[in-house]
């Protein structure tokens, strides 16, 4: 088992992963008293061992908690990554046992802890451990890094949550599916990071549990990518080879429009000295076709994180397309911060203005250009390459006239 493929799940079966660890040892707290006062981003977390009875507790900050990071991960983006290091290692996890079914009739620490994962400001909160809290930075390939952790006491909120509306409303309405009340709160304009907030903490959908975080982030890109994807097919195709560019924290992409029938491919490329990589390049893909993507993907969260910017970037357009996504990334990420990274990248993309080719093999190779990977090592792994091009109406029409 490879470290790249594991990214930190114990897989290889060693007791301690050597990546992770050298990454905890580089950040530690000093000593922590049984009682902390601050502002959580709002930020709560439900982990995933002992599942039924997971672990679950708001986060907040050691010290002043104003700055980048209190309003979600878009704020980290503007950040270098020790800088975000540093800044998240002053997260202190509280923890106490929850019944993921608890969240159908919450007892008081859970229903606090709801309070906040509504609210899309930071919110004062005060947090009693049973003893002082431990533990270094932790990392992780689909969270973002936290500090120490502890047994949770008590907790309270000292300012009011900032609950919009239409969450409010949404929340409140336990026959609507979780899928539909996401998209709901979606086209709405709530984001997706408080989306996955609201599912984590039970406060979406008619059967209503506890969802630990690491599911949440990836269940609220599929679920979003799902409802723009089923929208497609009244969309015209574009009308011709459009690349887009862009850059953050060392993953760079490069996402290729084709005028076909919408399908999604995403190739990483993960370079020696990457937060996941070994010695040598570790190349991956997976893709999907117009019927959407049956199974988990190989690329774990970050395809899913990957697909939904290029959706959305589609819808802005009016446009179907089939999109070829690379992904490289770089030793400049040389810590592991979460697959919001994948998201805020592919985002930033899409965002710039693109470069518009009349012929495939011409966007290829200025793709090509701006990627350390040689094609003759990518290309092989695609299958969207592979596939006989489409004679759309337009190019019919092109060559009879």
Known sequence: MRCV???????????????????EEMACLPP?????????????????????????????PVGDGEGPGMAGTQSLAGLD????????????????EIRVDDARNPGRLLQTAQQIAMSSLAVGTEVCFARPPRGNLRFDGVLSPSGPSGLLKEVDITSNPVIPRRVDQVVDDQGMRAAEASVELYRDGISVDHISRLLSLGLLGSRRKLVP???????????????????????????DYRLY?????GNHFEILLMPRTYQFELIEMWLPRSAWSEDETWIGADGEGPRGKKDYSSLAGGYYAARLPVLEGLMRLGRQASVLALREITEQYWAPLGVWVVREAARRAMAAAPERFDGLQEALARAGSRIWTPADRWRPHSTTLRAPAQTTLEDFLKTAG
């Open 5 to 23: 493929n594991c990214k930190g799940k114990g897989l290889c079966g060693r007791p301690v992963c050597p990546v992770l660890r050298r990454f």
């Open 32 to 60: 922590l008293g049984e009682r902390i006062a601050g502002d959580s981003p709002p930020e709560v977390f439900v982990g995933r061992r002992g599942y039924p009875t997971v672990r679950s507790g708001p986060l907040l």
């Open 81 to 96: 990554i020790g800088e975000i290091i540093a800044l998240r290692s002053r997260m202190v996890r509280s923890e106490t």
């Open 213 to 239: 975080t690491r599911w949440s982030i990836t269940a609220s890109d599929d679920m979003l990518g799902k409802d723009l994807a089923g929208r497609l097919p009244d969309l015209p195709l574009v009308t």
């Open 245 to 249: 560019s862009g850059e953050l924290l």
